[in-house]
T-cell receptor, first 116, second 111 residues
Framework: GAVVSQHPSRVICKSGTSVKIECRSLDFQATTMFWYRQFPKQSLMLMATSNEGSKATYEQGVEKDKFLINHASLTLSTLTVTSAHPEDSSFYIC????????????FGPGTRLTVL | LAKTTQPISMDSYEGQEVNITCSHNNIATNDYITWYQQFPSQGPRFIIQGYKTKVTNEVASLFIPADRKSSTLSLPRVSLSDTAVYYCLVGDIGDNNDMRFGAGTRLTVKP
């Protein structure tokens, strides 16, 4: 089956620093990647949708200058949380859909970000 | 955007069949219905997907009525390890990239 990885799985950083999270599709080409954020005991909140080679489409209320998304290739998308603050602490999950594939998202294992 | 509505929580016992229904009154013609399972601190895991009628795989069945305004995920003979949050997602990745999750259903399976 299609596999999506995320790195790192867990990160702790100081307030004000930037953190980059990588999302990779390991055995397929991902036309589209999605980034979600999930707070404890809540549902996944879609942050942005990115298509390879084009700018990401951000959901309303998500600051594009704070959450930088780069989808430079068909197998890699990155989310950079710039100048992170404690309220950015959350579980970040990416997913990818396959080029020409069935209408399905494949999810990564998630990245737990803790900002001190 | 096809908004989804599910029960917030459900309880069941080991060995029982569990049916979770999702309402999606505004489903569009090209939308598919996909169900995911999520354990704490993990990414969602695909369970089943359908467009209409009934779909069955090795872990679940998905029932979709003719009007497609709802769908029911059926889990046969649940076990303790099926305790998780279940989400139904309605959309078309290829069309509008509209993949927003609803609140999900927290299923608790008791011994």
């Amino acid at each position: 089956g299609a596999v999506v990885s995320q790195h790192p799985s867990r990160v702790i950083c100081k307030s004000g620093t930037s953190v980059k999270i990588e999302c990779r599709s390991l055995d397929f080409q991902a036309t589209t990647m999605f980034w979600y954020r999930q707070f404890p005991k809540q549902s996944l909140m879609l942050m942005a949708t990115s298509n390879e080679g084009s700018k990401a489409t951000y959901e309303q209320g998500v600051e594009k200058d704070k959450f930088l998304i780069n989808h430079a290739s068909l197998t890699l998308s990155t989310l950079t949380v710039t100048s992170a603050h404690p309220e950015d602490s959350s579980f970040y999950i990416c997913s990818a859909s396959e080029r020409g594939g069935f209408n399905e998202q494949f999810f990564g294992p998630g990245t737990r970000l803790t900002v001190l | 955007l096809a908004k989804t509505t599910q029960p917030i929580s459900m309880d069941s016992y080991e060995g029982q069949e569990v049916n979770i229904t999702c309402s999606h009154n505004n489903i569009a013609t090209n939308d598919y219905i996909t169900w995911y399972q999520q354990f704490p601190s993990q990414g969602p895991r695909f369970i089943i997907q359908g467009y209409k009628t009934k779909v069955t795989n090795e872990v679940a069945s998905l029932f979709i009525p003719a009007d497609r305004k709802s769908s029911t995920l059926s889990l046969p003979r649940v076990s303790l390890s099926d305790t998780a949050v279940y989400y139904c997602l309605v959309g078309d990745i290829g069309d509008n990239n509209d993949m927003r999750f609803g609140a999900g259903t927290r299923l608790t399976v008791k011994p």
